[in-house]
């Protein structure tokens, strides 16, 4: 896996701001930029797309929302969607590591079983899912879920 990222204010010639945008080894383009640095607005971003932590953790997301998905077919439930709500803290002094990690599914679909989708959850959590359970070496990660019949 490979991926580029490159701060946008040198490309302008600007050299000010935080952007940044990162290109995927698989050809995908995906922005990113700082918080607005009142007291030095040059070492600041302009919030136009996301901090790298927030994807960082929208990433954690996807990987644990395909994982259950996935599990979820496999197992030939009538999965209809799937959605993944995380909340975080974060270390208060660098690096700002996230200490806690809060993720509440909602997973819709009909006559899904309680314990399935429990399952696919832990399962994700325990072996599948790589960037929540690197995320796991710093901070604590629950799970909660609903289930909406479909």
């Known amino acids: ?16 701001g935080m952007g940044f945008v990162a290109e995927t080894g698989s050809g995908h383009v995906v ?3 700082g918080a607005p640095d009142e007291k030095n607005p040059a070492n600041g971003g302009r919030n136009q797309a996301p901090r790298p932590m927030e ?5 954690a997301g ?12 496999r197992g030939r439930h009538d999965v209809k969607g799937c959605s993944v709500q995380l909340t975080s803290e974060r270390a208060e002094t660098d690096p700002k590591v996230f200490t806690k990690i809060h993720m509440q599914f909602t997973v819709s ?11 696919a959850i832990a399962m994700s959590h325990d072996k599948y899912c790589s960037a929540t359970i690197m995320l796991g070496k710093t901070a604590e990660i629950t799970t909660g879920f609903d ?3 479909a």
Do not use: F, H, Q
Request: some cysteine; overall charge negative; charged content about 20%.
């Open 55 to 59: 994807m960082l953790l929208a990433g």
């Open 31 to 33: 922005n990113m930029d």
């Open 109 to 119: 679909g009909k006559s899904l079983p309680a314990g399935a989708v429990e399952r």
């Open 147 to 149: 289930i909406v019949e």
């Open 62 to 73: 996807g990987c644990t929302a395909y994982d259950v998905v996935l599990i979820l077919k």
């Open 1 to 16: 896996m490979e991926c580029t990222v490159s701060w946008t204010g040198a490309a302008t010639g600007t050299r000010s």
